[in-house]
Each structure stands twice: as C-alpha cells, then as structure tokens.
C-alpha cells in the first residue's frame, strides 16, 4: 500500500538544472529518512542524498555542492533540486524511504524499505 511516485526527470543540457519530486504515501513518514538513488546502465545503484525528517542530510561526494535534497514532512514530500548537471548523472533516479533508522542516514540501497519506480535523467553533453 505503500507507494512512492517521482516525477521531474527529462532530458536536459549538460549544465541544465532539474528538479525531482516523490510524493509518498500509504504510512506517516515522520519518522522515516528518505533518500534518493541512482542507477545508470551497467553500474549498481548508488546513493545520492537522504535528509530526515528533522532536517538532517547526507550527500555523495559526487553531488556535494550541486544538488539539494529538501522534505515537506507534512506533505510526505521530498525533492531533489539538482543543479549544474552533468552527462555523468544521467541514471535512473530512485525515491527511497528507510523505515528502521530515524537519525542516521545509511547509503547502502539495501537499508531502504520501500521503493518509487525511478524516474529517467538524461543529461546530454
């Protein structure tokens, strides 16, 4: 019943900004972190950013700086505002939600319980 649905990919310029959105529902999230990752063709899904409901965030070294993870708590909504985009971030971008920790960010995929159903970035050079 759980559902998390992303939305803001596309097809945008090297350089170009986009903005993802995952409007999740089906459980309170207030105590939940949620995140997002990624997954280009032939690699592993990676981490990207997480942030808790009490604000607290995570970023890979690969989007410090560029990207921004924000939550509406009260919307069950989080966003990733990515800046400065690279041809290398073209992946399939994942809405993720970590049920068990309240406080601690983890960047293994496999500490995240529920899943959206990606959403396509492509970034041409």
């Known amino acids: 019943q759980v559902q998390l649905v992303e939305s803001g990919g596309g097809v945008v310029q090297a350089g170009g900004s986009l903005r993802l959105s995952c409007a999740a529902s089906?459980?309170?999230?207030?105590?939940?972190?949620m995140g997002w990752f990624r997954q280009a063709p032939g690699k592993e899904r990676e981490f990207v950013a997480a942030r808790t409901s009490a604000g607290r965030t995570g970023y890979a070294d690969s989007v410090k700086g560029r990207f921004t993870i924000s939550r509406e708590n009260a919307k069950n909504t989080v966003y990733l505002q990515m800046n400065s985009l690279k041809p290398e971030d073209t992946a399939v971008y994942y809405c993720?939600?970590?049920?068990?920790?309240?406080?601690?960010?983890?960047?293994?995929?496999?500490?995240?319980?529920?899943w959206g159903q990606g959403t396509q970035v492509t970034v041409s050079s």
């Open positions: 993720a939600v970590d049920t068990t920790r309240r406080w601690s960010i983890v960047v293994v995929a496999t500490a995240y319980d529920y």
């Open positions: 089906g459980r309170t999230f207030s105590s939940d972190v």
